[in-house]
């Protein structure tokens, strides 16, 4: 179901099921977490997980699927933003650049009505929500001084 042409990505992060390694579990359950870039992609994701069937008789899938955010679109609001505040960046030695990653933040909530939207302006590092996070410690004091160049000039 991932599609990256899209921008769109299916990861089943939790599976629980049983209790001994020797004996057949009653149930079991998987969870997993959707990032999509477009709308259009929500409903092709839960069709196809609601189009998924049991591998053996007399066993049932039930399948719920549950987006809790929107996309945040890079619509012109945010693309005027990103400009200004690459603007103000460049004025502090700093690039800033846009990307994408299909995450979700309350800022997701509110760019699809036309409100302005930067994110992700925090540390710079990479593996974020993982058991292998880390950052660069030498840039948190480029971003402290974007932040603030960004209250000041905004």
Known sequence: ?????????????????GTVTNVVPDEAMAEGDIRILVPEEAGRIADALKALKPAFPDTILDVTVDFNRPPMPFNDANKTALEKAQKIAASEGIELKASG???????????????????GLGTVGADYHSEREWIYTASLASRAKLAAALIREW
């Open 101 to 119: 990653s299909g995450g979700g933040s309350d800022g997701n909530f509110v760019a699809p009505l036309g409100i302005p939207v930067l994110d």
């Open 1 to 17: 179901m991932t599609d990256y042409q899209a921008g769109t990505t299916v990861n089943v992060g939790v599976i629980r099921g």
